[in-house]
């Protein structure tokens, strides 16, 4: 069976699905409703069915 990872400050949303085998890295955000098969990238926002990358997100930790 395939792990599901979730890293530090990753948001996923209401009603989204994250397929087995997939990383969601630190800071990543699985907007409402979407659909994931695939890694997410640190510090990034994703959306839709399949879900695709909307735009990066400031890493607040690197102050």
């Known amino acids: ?16 699905i994250v397929l087995p085998g997939v990383t969601c ?4 955000v699985l ?5 994931t098969s695939k890694s997410l ?3 990034t926002v994703y959306g839709g069915n399949p879900a695709r990358k909307i735009k ?6 690197k102050t």
């Open 1 to 16: 069976m395939k792990k599901i990872e979730i890293g530090s400050y990753s948001w996923i949303c209401a009603k989204a």
């Open 41 to 43: 990238e640190a510090w």
């Open 31 to 35: 907007a409402a409703g979407s659909v």
């Open 56 to 61: 990066e997100r400031n890493n607040f930790l």
């Open 25 to 28: 890295n630190e800071g990543s």
